[in-house]
């Protein structure tokens, strides 16, 4: 039986699973859309991990990330719950030596993170426009007719790229086509896209910031020549993509379930057979204070696992467990 | 009369204790909630700064329960909130409330006029038993913050998890209860007692940050989404750069005599910025050099968005981020803030002093001492 650890990053675009061995090599990866299903992802994503391994596993720990960290580690039992930023900075010290800065696009979420000495110095996270995010370029490559794959394929055929306003996501969707009305060609109008939206990402939350190298570039959109190209020429420096890009997350997750095991040796996962457990979501709004919150129920076959959503705790704090206090 | 007033974190108590005292009927607004925020958003002008919208929300919210006198503070301060007063008066009278308002601003040399809206609030002209009140104020005031300072210390520590939160909230619930200075000051010190004796976890490990900014958004729990408790759930003991008493302090008895306890603060931040130029941004700086001085792990600013003394303190703090080797984080609230967003920002920031903590403590080892 080998031992492993189990990795998963919920996003809002896709939900990542990861089985690292003892040696942090990976074992099994998955890639699969959220679609705003995140439980029917976590399931799926588990089953098609553990279909991808055909020797007997030992899960050792857990850790859980992204937006929907503790419906999963609900769902799961994780060992370890933690935020995007530190999974993401976490797995690239460990896969990518001396690593300075890392660039990460998301679905929703864009990041930078500095790191120095090994460990995470400064971060930032996009507030308020998604036009440097990978949904945007989604939603642009969806309405240009390309497969969002052969996008950044396309934008390294451009010869003279057009300029696009890439501040506001709406607007920069007006100015694309006004470009597209007065014929420029796709290739152009792409490769000012990437240009557009590296530009809003340094301006936004490179400002100030030492960008120093080795650059690393992960998340989905890392997968997007095009941008890496627009980076690099931006930064004037060569960029890295390793090779998990996609889930780094993820991997954050199972380096960090690693650790927890070393320090306390025991975890919560309730194994992979929750793939068979039905879950229920309920929600109701509490109605004993002005505050009104909406409380979220969760049930596993008719049984309640879990609440939130509460800002006074009478609804969470009883079955809060030992996990979620100290993430 | 009816008085009520604008929520400014621990301030209702005082203003209870001090109206009470004096014979005065009063209707303490409700907790702040998204209610509240809603009404304020929607009657408010759309650029304003948070704290105005919330006070327009605290204001109906009274109004509702028969409150028909408000009593605010000007401050006199060279920022929006100087305005407040007047900007108010004019959005309740456009939603067709015709209320008395009482301006308690800082004397600033002409007591006359001061102590008649003193006089015209206190329904009495004996200054014995004003003074005597506002004494009252003020101590119940200063007990109220050293239960923060007790649950600042606690919630870090405490074994078992949101013992002192309980403690906390159910303080703010019982007080509204309670009527007079001594009922008040009794509840006050039973609950130090009980926060004090809260039972701790020495194996915690304990990072330090200091909590500044602008002074409405750093002490009103509602308006920066209950920071403090979520910083202590992470396990973080923190310091505010402002608290309410010393507030009270600073401008009711010590400016007026041209005296002032900041003047170490402004001399801390003088390298950066020399002179007041609005709001609390000279504190800001100030407190972010002493806490790096005084080996805090980190800084927090919190300010409602658009708050200028404060943009100009945030342009500053990468300076001293830099020259003091201490990491800072800003956050920005409005009725807009995400909480999801925030969280993890806080993490990943808690993460990221937790981690420097450990690397130094390495180092130190290493080399030998």
Known sequence: MKNCYLGIDVGSVSTNVVLMDEDKGIMAKVYTQTQGKPIEAVKRGLKEVRSQVSEEVRVRGVGTTGSGRHLAAMMVGADVIKNEITAHGIAAINFVDGVKTILEIGGQDSKIILLRDGIISDFAMNTVCAAGTGSFLDRQAARLGIPIEDFGEMALKSQAPVRIAGRCAVFAESDMIHKQQLGHNQEDIIKGLCDALVRNFLNNLGKGKEILGPIVFQGGVAANVGIKKSFEEALGTAILVPPHHDVMGAIGCCLMAQEYDMKKNRTSFKGFDIVHSGYQVKGFECNDCSNGCEVIEILRDGQVSARWGDKCGKWNGKLKNEVEKLA | ?369
């Not at chain 2, 301006?103 to 002209?125: C, I, M, R, W």
């Not at chain 2, 104020?137 to 405490?158: H, N, S």
């Not at chain 2, 927090?300 to 990491?327: G, H, R």
């Open chain 2, 1 to 369: 009369m009816k008085v009520t007033f604008p929520h400014m974190g621990n301030q209702y108590v005082a203003t209870k204790v001090l109206l009470e005292e004096l014979g005065v009927d009063i209707v303490i607004p409700p907790q702040c909630s998204n209610d509240t925020l809603d009404i304020g958003t929607k009657h408010s002008p759309e650029s304003i700064c948070l704290p105005l919208k919330v006070n327009i929300g605290n204001y109906i919210e009274s109004i509702r329960q028969g409150a028909d006198t408000i009593v605010i503070t000007g401050s006199c301060g060279p920022c929006r909130f100087g305005y407040y007063s007047i900007l108010q008066k004019e959005i309740l009278k456009s939603m067709g409330h015709q209320l008395d308002f009482i301006l308690l601003d800082p004397p600033q040399g002409d007591y006359d006029k001061f102590f008649k809206s003193v006089t015209k609030l206190a329904n009495t002209k004996n200054p014995y038993s004003i003074i005597k009140a506002l004494a009252k104020a003020t101590k119940a005031l200063y007990g109220v913050d050293e239960i923060d300072d007790a649950a600042f210390y606690k919630r870090p520590r405490e074994r078992v998890m949101g013992s002192t939160d309980q403690l906390y909230d159910s303080f703010h619930k019982e007080v509204r209860k309670v009527k007079g200075y001594r009922a008040v000051m009794d509840l006050v010190k039973e609950t130090k007692r009980k926060i004090n004796s809260i039972e701790e976890d020495p194996e915690r490990d304990v990072v330090k940050i200091g909590l500044i900014g602008e002074i409405y958004t750093i002490i009103e729990p509602f308006v920066n989404l209950d920071i403090e408790k979520k910083l202590g759930a992470l396990g973080v003991e923190i310091n505010k750069s402002l608290k309410i008493s010393r507030w009270l302090t600073e401008h009711l008895y010590l400016q007026p005599l041209k005296l002032s306890s900041e003047k170490e603060i402004w001399q801390a931040a003088k390298p950066y910025l020399g002179s007041m130029i609005g709001g609390h941004a000279r504190e800001t700086v100030g407190y972010a050099v002493k806490y790096a001085k005084e080996g805090y792990d980190g800084l927090i600013q919190v300010y409602p968005f658009t708050c200028m003394p404060e943009i100009v303190a945030q342009s500053i703090l990468p300076s001293v981020e830099k020259d003091y080797n201490i990491p800072y984080l800003c956050l920005i609230v409005d009725e807009m803030t995400g909480e999801a967003g925030l969280n993890t920002r806080i993490e990943a920031f808690v993460d990221l002093l937790r981690r420097r903590k450990e690397l130094k403590h390495n180092e130190k080892l290493l080399s030998g001492y």
